[in-house]
């Protein structure tokens, strides 16, 4: 049974990863971390500080918000524990710290926990130079109005994964406004928040004459909570180094 530290517990992926964990038999949380106490959780202890809980522990998950990275990072340095990040927005030097963190543990980083959109990165990867220079790219992504990062980290994932398996540079143009004509090296990102809406992403390549779209729904949370326990299972045991779903998926 892998013991589980969740950070970010009563948010709203953190519930609902609570939830599913209950349905595993090779997964356990074991304690739940979260500044907002207000609510907690019947069948696991919950504290407003990591450093609070003493008890055993084999990978920390965090779906909170980059500003868990410095506390989270010193504690699984100092337990050698396994770091699973979920969360997104993180800005360069957090990346970097990251990175940095890696040589000693082994961290997880991900933009998106869904299997479907990480097979889709795959596939821009392998499309994207066949495509390219008679099509313009641009990415849409829709979520929920309580979101707070705009681009979302799957957004600029797939954006990535295209610019990474192209020779020609492109730039990033995030919404349109103005007067000015597109160029042919731009990769346009628009997001919409409103509602409820779990997650959308689309992926247009606009030629001449045909359009191609590729398209990812997300229809409930569970798919993402269940890709952060999947990452927890494949990270107990792993060397320090940077890992990925591409890893999970494939390892």
Known sequence: MIKIILNGCNGRMGKTISELAKS???????????????????????????????????????????????????YCL???????????????????AIKELSTKIPVFNSGNMSLG???????????SPLLFKGFDIEIIEKH?????????GTALMLANAIKSSLEDQVEYVHGR?????????????????GGSIVGEH???????????????????RDVFAS?????????????????TMDDVIHG
Do not use: W
């Open 177 to 193: 406004e103005g007067l000015k004509k597109r160029e042919k090296n731009e990769i346009g990102i628009h997001a919409v928040r």
């Open 117 to 127: 959109i990480n097979i889709l990165s795959s596939i821009l990867k392998k499309i």
């Open 227 to 243: 890709g952060a326990l999947r990452a927890c299972e494949f990270m107990c045991g792993k060397v320090p180094g940077i890992y």
């Open 202 to 220: 689309e992926v247009i390549f606009a030629g001449i004459g045909e359009t191609i779209v590729l398209k990812h729904t997300a229809l409930s």
């Open 78 to 96: 100092e337990k050698k524990l396994p770091l699973v990040l979920c969360t997104t927005g993180y800005s360069e030097d957090e990346y970097k």
């Open 144 to 152: 929920h109005n309580q979101k707070v990062d705009s681009p979302s």
């Open 24 to 74: 595993y038999d090779t997964v356990k949380i074991v304690a739940g971390i979260d500044k907002f106490l207000k609510e907690t959780n019947s069948y696991f202890p919950t504290y407003d500080d990591i450093n609070k809980y003493q008890g055993e522990c084999d990978v920390v998950l965090d779906f909170s918000s980059p500003k868990s990275l410095p506390s989270l990072s010193q």
